[in-house]
């Protein structure tokens, strides 16, 4: 086990709704990551935070939105969700920030079903 | 854009047979490479690295090795375990940018008694 925790484990909402994931990052990781993997795909990388900044987004809209707290746990909110957000989101926590090399460790992801 | 390509799966094979899991790559400058495993129900766990070319990663019998000049890094066990059956994700991670990592599809691996 990494010490990421993410919550909920499954969730299904309905098209148009808005949805929140959790995500705690293992101990002294200051910086959150957030991929979307779609079911047979590999992960894509939505965006990072660190020390409670976004500091790096990929191709993902912005109805997909996040938070980090102090405490460096994150959040995941994605507004007016559509069929295809249906995905496995997972976290990554790391120690360090802008160009760190350090080791990402994941979380066992949250299932959206979005119908 | 940086990008990273994997054999497609399902990859079947008899226990005790040797494992290739192919993996190429396409970015710019010096990337950092990586293999993660993702057991069923489970998220994803780090297998092994190379940051440099010519380096070579091991963990678990798994072995890779950076060969910058075919731009690959492939995955090998000489002898795979039931235990061992799960989808395999390559990913790079480039030097000058913040620690974001690009996955290839998978490769899906499934080992039979």
């Known amino acids: 086990e990494t010490g990421v925790t993410q919550s909920p484990t499954h969730l299904i909402k309905t098209r148009g709704q808005q949805v929140t994931l959790r995500c705690s990052s293992q101990?002294?990781?200051?910086?959150v990551s957030w991929y979307q993997q779609a079911l047979g795909q590999g992960p894509q990388f939505i965006f990072q935070?660190?020390?409670?900044?976004?500091?790096g987004r990929g191709n993902f809209p912005p109805r997909f939105s996040g938070l980090q707290f102090p405490n460096y746990s994150s959040e995941l909110n994605v507004n007016a969700l559509e069929l295809d957000d249906s995905a496995l989101y997972l976290c990554?926590?790391?120690?360090?920030?802008?160009?760190?090399?350090?080791?990402?460790?994941f979380g066992p992801g949250t299932r959206l079903t979005v119908t | 854009g940086d990008s990273v390509t994997q054999m497609e799966g399902p990859v079947t094979l008899s226990e005790e047979a040797f494992l290739t899991i192919n993996c190429t790559y396409t970015?710019?400058?010096?990337?950092?490479l990586f293999w993660y495993v993702q057991y069923p129900g489970e998220g994803l766990q780090l297998l092994l690295k190379?940051?440099?070319?010519?380096d070579k990663g091991s963990n678990k019998g798994f072995e890779a090795t950076y060969r910058k000049e075919t731009t690959s890094f492939h995955l090998e066990k000489g002898s795979v375990q039931v235990s061992d059956s799960a989808v395999y994700f390559c990913?790079?991670?480039?030097?000058?940018?913040?620690?974001?990592?690009?996955f290839g599809a998978g490769t899906r691996l499934a080992v039979h008694p």
């Open positions: 935070y660190y020390r409670e900044e976004e500091n």
């Open positions: 190379a940051t440099k070319a010519d």
């Open positions: 990554a926590s790391s120690k360090g920030g802008d160009r760190d090399i350090n080791e990402q460790y």
């Open positions: 990913a790079l991670r480039n030097s000058g940018g913040y620690n974001k990592l690009i």
């Open positions: 970015a710019t400058g010096y990337p950092s």
């Open positions: 101990s002294g990781h200051n910086t």
